[in-house]
């Protein structure tokens, strides 16, 4: 039996006890490929008074179904590095530093004199303009209207309620961590005499300066991956409490929500992987935040357009039509505050499952209102009218397994005369076959023609009854593994991903998992990824919360 632990909001060693061990009547964990990640409990109210630290803001941790952090250490002879450079060093997702952005220089006085000369009625630096401090070379940009003489005259970093700093590399290669110094890590090869492909002690891969860094050791590990996540952390955010039942009833969020209490500023990117796609998200929060926002995807796995302006991390990272993680398929790990999103790698345990043989009893769900057969994909000619194609559409291999023709319009945004990736210009010709696989791609990637399949197994209702004995062999899976469903009446194979599960983190057992096509339901399965905008800070808790709990209760 498991144990879950409580910590008051000052607490920072989450390896020790904490406050208090609870007792808890009922617990779950339920999580949901790139969604909702919560604990619920009930706890009696217990004569030692445990229960009332069960209040908003502090945190419970608890054993959750372990997922390993892919690594590219394994076993035999690894090389561990040290940072030497007293700036510390950055991890970079290409073999080369990105781009200082400079911006004009701050130069107080010649603000002033504009001001007084050109615009004796507007504010001497009005909200969003961007400036390089010149001593440094630190980029801030104003966040509110500086409206006196004094104020414009205070530098940025002097005059911080009105400035903010701004990330200095926004273009090329993205930042994935800055080490500091004497942090070790793990060398995966040597790129070249100036660079190193490294992994941190996170698990985060990628390229650092060889110059800012000295080997150290090697050492002899065994087959690993860089982090096993086998306990997390839950901050509280509702507590109610049953006076008839001497019961309290807790709902928790993971602790990587805390970033929702936190703003995105100005932050728009176009056509970038998914490296600088965070990058650009951590380096464009309104605070600092003690996380981290890695991935292994690279260009080849997808690019990302979208704006983060104003909206809150989670929601740039997790919303099912505009966030990182919906767009470029990524699998969502969680490790408390460090956040992956990585290649959406799935392991097969080798199960079989048969719609109509061995399904019986287990809620099975299959939704094909949504399902497409046949795809126009329509660009543009070089006088901006349509282009199509000469056969106009493309058809799912899988056509004639359903009785209706189910056609979908895809616009191509290229036009005849335009760029291709490889920097050519474009023929109708090149054009229409870029067309026709854009167009194939919608079956063979994205599955618009296969049915949206859900499978429901409750474990806690099925027993130990030999009727249900081949569902025993789910309570292996992992959220995103994979499993094979048959379906014999369209002749098809699904594999279908662990899209959500629930855990008893006492008795450290499933009691319910979902299998499902990850992505294409998480628009309609998917469901509390996200907190409201602006959500207060979990330390800002009412003096009168215990007092109340306590009058409710007794």
Not at 435 to 447: I, L, Y
Request: charged share 25%; aromatic share 8%.
């Amino acid at each position: 039996m498991a144990v879950i632990n409580v910590y008051g909001v000052s607490d920072i060693d989450y390896d020790k006890n904490g406050a208090a061990i609870l007792a808890p009547i009922t617990s779950e964990v339920r999580e949901q490929a790139g969604g909702m990640y919560e604990l619920t409990l009930t706890h009696p109210v217990d004569r030692m008074g445990i229960w009332s630290l069960l209040i908003p803001g502090n945190i419970l941790k608890c054993s959750v179904p372990a997922q390993a952090i892919e690594s590219a250490i394994s076993g035999e002879d690894v090389d561990i590095y040290r940072v030497t450079e007293s700036a510390g060093a950055s991890v970079y997702a290409k073999p080369s530093a990105p781009q200082r952005i400079t911006y004009t220089a701050w130069d107080a006085n010649s603000i002033i004199t504009q001001h007084d000369t050109y615009y004796p009625t507007m504010p001497y630096v009005s909200e969003g303009v961007k400036v390089t401090y010149t001593p440094t070379g630190q980029n801030y940009q104003a966040i509110v209207n500086i409206m006196n003489e004094s104020a414009a005259r205070a530098a940025p970093p002097d005059n911080s309620a009105a400035w903010k700093e701004i990330g200095n590399y926004t273009k090329g290669s993205a930042e994935l961590a800055k080490l500091p110094q004497n942090e070790e890590f793990y060398l995966i090869s040597v790129y070249s005499s100036s660079w190193l492909y490294i992994q941190t002690k996170k698990g985060i891969q990628g390229y650092i300066e060889a110059s800012k860094v000295t080997y150290v050791r090697t050492e002899t590990t065994e087959e690993m991956s860089a982090r096993q996540v086998a306990t997390q952390l839950f901050r509280i955010y509702e507590v109610q409490a049953d006076s008839a039942r001497k019961t309290v009833s807790v709902k928790a969020r993971h602790v990587s929500y805390d970033l929702a209490g936190n703003l995105v500023t100005n932050c728009a990117v176009k056509s970038v992987d998914a490296a600088v796609a965070l990058s650009r998200l951590r380096s464009s929060l309104l605070f600092d935040e003690e996380c981290t926002l890695a991935t292994n995807l690279t260009e080849e796995d997808g690019l990302f357009t979208g704006d983060f302006s104003w909206k809150n991390p989670i929601n740039a990272l997790l919303d099912p039509d505009t966030g990182i993680v919906a767009n470029l398929k990524g699998k969502l790990i969680r490790d408390n505050w460090d956040i992956f999103v990585n290649k959406n790698t799935s392991v097969d345990r080798g199960l079989r499952l048969s719609y109509g043989r061995n399904l019986t009893g287990v809620s099975w769900k299959r939704d094909t209102s949504n399902l497409i057969n046949r795809v126009v994909p329509v660009a543009q000619k070089a006088n901006g009218t349509e282009l199509t194609l000469d056969e106009m559409w493309v058809d799912s291999p899988i056509l004639d397994s359903y009785p209706v023709i189910r056609t979908e319009y895809l616009k191509i945004n290229e036009k005849v005369g335009g760029e291709d990736p490889e920097g050519n210009a474009w023929t109708e010709e090149t054009l229409k076959d870029y067309m026709r696989q854009k167009a194939a791609e919608r079956f063979s990637v994205d599955n618009v023609d296969k049915p949206l399949v859900e499978l429901e197994v409750q474990f806690i209702l099925l027993g130990d009854s030999d009727e249900f004995r081949q569902y025993r062999k789910l309570e292996r899976l992992s959220l995103y593994d994979t499993v094979l469903v048959e379906d014999p009446t369209l002749n098809l194979s699904l594999s279908l991903q662990v899209s959500e599960y629930s855990w008893d983190p006492v008795r450290e057992r499933f009691t319910g998992i979902k299998l499902g096509s990850v992505f294409e339901q998480r628009g309609r399965i998917i469901n509390g990824y996200n907190l409201v905008d602006g959500s207060i800070r979990y330390n800002k808790l009412s003096p009168d919360t215990i007092a109340a709990i306590k009058e409710a209760v007794t």
